[in-house]
T-cell receptor, first 115, second 108 residues
Framework: EPEVTQTPSHQVTQMGQEVILRCVPI?????FYWYRQILGQKVEFLVS????????KSEIFDDQFSVERPDGSNFTLKIRSTKLEDSAMYFC?????????????FGDGTRLSIL | RKEVEQDPGPFNVPEGATVAFNCTYS??????FFWYRQDCRKEPKLLMS???SGNEDGRFTAQLNRASQYISLLIRDSKLSDSATYLC?????????FGAGTTVTVRA
């Protein structure tokens, strides 16, 4: 079964450094998403992306965050200047069609630890 | 009011038992509904979509009540492998809103 893959599985970064999290969505999917989950808390939406544009973003997704689809397969999340509170599990997801009735398929996540 | 609220549990049940739990959502314009399961420190995995008429997938039955903004999940003949956190997930426009999850532990 096709799956969403994320790298790295664990990233340790010094506060203030830039970090890029990478995702390869399922190949025929057109809609891409990033979520985060702080330890012990619920999964939170960050951003959705379609046709090389952000479709929707949450309040969490401030100017420190950006997303990009640099080629036909990768979808990246960049955090420009990391803060301690950015420590979380980051999940990438994709869906084939517009979200309304389509479930999203999640990658197994990148654990980001900010020191 | 939280967008999606769930009873956190935990529900601790013996193998073979039936367990049921609910969630409520605040946005009446929500368009689609799902149950995901999440094992400890793993990614959410789709369990089932929830349709207005209610639907069943093997031992799992989901119900949706749009008037009351309420979704339920029932697990019959529970297995040890059903132990997980069950996430109620609601879609509005281009984003999913997650509940904090209901923890189910099935004991031998």
């Amino acid at each position: 079964e096709p799956e969403v893959t994320q790298t790295p599985s664990h990233q340790v970064t010094q506060m203030g450094q830039e970090v890029i999290l990478r995702c390869v969505p399922i190949s025929n999917h057109l809609y891409f998403y990033w979520y985060r989950q702080i330890l012990g808390q619920k999964v939170e939406f960050l951003v959705s992306f379609y046709n090389n544009e952000i479709s929707e973003k949450s309040e969490i997704f401030d100017d420190q965050f950006s997303v990009e689809r640099p080629d036909g397969s990768n979808f990246t999340l960049k955090i420009r200047s990391t803060k301690l509170e950015d420590s979380a599990m980051y999940f990438c997801a994709s869906s084939e069609f517009e979200l309304r009735n389509q479930p999203q398929h999640f990658g197994d996540g990148t654990r980001l630890s900010i020191l | 009011r939280k967008e999606v609220e769930q009873d956190p549990g935990p529900f601790n049940v013996p193998e073979g038992a039936t367990v049921a739990f609910n969630c409520t959502y605040s946005n009446s314009a929500s368009q689609s509904f799902f149950w995901y399961r999440q094992d400890c420190r793993k990614e959410p995995k789709l369990l089932m979509s929830v349709y207005s008429s209610g639907n069943e997938d093997g031992r799992f039955t989901a119900q949706l009540n749009r008037a009351s903004q309420y979704i339920s999940l029932l697990i019959r003949d529970s297995k040890l492998s059903d132990s997980a956190t069950y996430l109620c997930v609601v879609n509005h426009d281009y984003k999913l809103s997650f509940g904090a999850g209901t923890t189910v532990t099935v004991r031998a």
